[in-house]
């Protein structure tokens, strides 16, 4: 379950009126998702999705609304902020911040066809062109420099081959990046998993769970991307998927001769900085609650077939 702080229907009764949104019919807590308290909400007039915000930097609450609404004003896929009617977005409830959105259709994407994954790098390669111009900023929060900082408190707790490894990768990262300038910047996703899109057959309802979001590498977004949506069981990359996303990202927005040259790279830094999260979930810093965390076996496994693979071409541009 993914309900923390439970909520009485006259609590959320309460919390609607300040919305033009319509009359409380049914409140129901939402069991997927690990961070946040999710409920879906109906009323006489919408389908809703309320969230309180357990953990996480509340401060930076305004940068994901402020994104949201840009992303929405552009029209891209994603649940734009219910604002109240004096314009404001984020709320307070049962003493946790709390956003109301849309509630978008569809289910996350198990196993994504090849449709799916050409209207997924469609529409981040149409986010990216787009979001170059926002104009907030949150630097990205895992990005090399987070790598080299927390890798250390894991080492304890993985093989000394993998320490040797995870050492060597982060040595080689900071090599070829410093070989050269700044890439393409604009805000991210920031975790755009498969979980993080609803699907409605092969319509994407929307792209959610913005609370990575932050501005940097637009090629960071499309490497975790590709290392989640189009790889196999062995952590291979399926070329189908691979060549259909890259395909259709690079239609809107393709890849400056830089990003084409760090691209295996950036490949398996986007790896490594899950493997090193999830290990950071398991051993250093476990949640409060006893749901199970994600495998940091899983971007081990990535990584090391992307090492194993190389540098698989990307996709000729078709102009
Ligand atoms: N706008 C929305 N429309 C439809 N369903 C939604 C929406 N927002 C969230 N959900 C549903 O609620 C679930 C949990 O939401 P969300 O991913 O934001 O929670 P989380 O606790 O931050 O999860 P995570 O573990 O992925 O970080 C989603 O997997 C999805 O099924
Ligand atoms: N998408 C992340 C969890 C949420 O940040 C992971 O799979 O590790």
Not at 18 to 23: E, I, L, R, T, Y
Not at 70 to 82: A, M
Not at 177 to 195: I, K, V
């Amino acid at each position: 379950m993914a309900v923390f702080t439970p909520l009485s229907d006259a609590q959320v009764a309460a919390f609607l009126e300040k919305f033009d949104v319509g009359q409380l019919q049914t409140l129901e807590g939402v069991a997927g998702g690990t961070e946040n308290s999710t409920f879906f909400v109906t009323t006489d007039q919408h389908l809703l999705v309320l969230t309180l915000f357990e953990q996480g930097e509340h401060e930076e609450l305004p940068f994901f609304v402020d994104l949201l609404d840009y992303l929405d004003e552009h029209r891209l896929p994603v649940p734009g902020p219910v604002h109240d009617r004096d314009g404001i977005a984020l709320h307070s409830l049962a003493d946790k911040p709390a956003l109301l959105f849309p509630r978008l259709p569809g289910r996350h994407p198990e196993a994504p066809n090849l449709i799916q994954c050409q209207v997924l790098g469609d529409t981040l390669g149409h986010m990216h062109a787009i979001s170059q111009h926002f104009p907030g900023r949150r630097p990205n929060p895992r990005d090399l420099h987070w790598l080299q900082a927390m890798h250390h408190k894991v080492l304890a707790y993985i093989s000394p081959a993998d320490q040797t490894l995870m050492k060597d990768e982060i040595d080689e990262f900071e090599s070829v990046f410093s070989q050269y300038g700044e890439l393409p910047q604009g805000a991210l996703h920031g975790d755009l998993f498969r979980d993080n899109t609803l699907f409605d057959g092969n319509q994407l309802g929307g792209m959610i769970d913005f609370y990575n979001g932050c501005t940097g590498d637009l090629l960071f977004d499309l490497a975790i991307v590709i290392n989640d949506w189009a790889s196999d069981e062995n952590g291979h990359l399926d070329r189908e998927r691979y060549d259909t996303i890259l395909n259709a990202y690079q239609a809107r927005r393709p890849l400056n001769s830089d990003e084409q040259a760090v691209w295996p790279v950036m490949l398996r830094m986007t790896a490594l900085r899950y493997w090193l999260s999830r290990l950071l979930v398991v051993y250093v810093d476990p949640p409060a609650h006893d749901l199970t965390p994600h495998d940091p076996q899983r971007f081990e496994t990535i990584l090391k077939a992307r090492i194993a693979q190389g540098a698989l071409p990307l996709p000729e541009v078709t102009p």
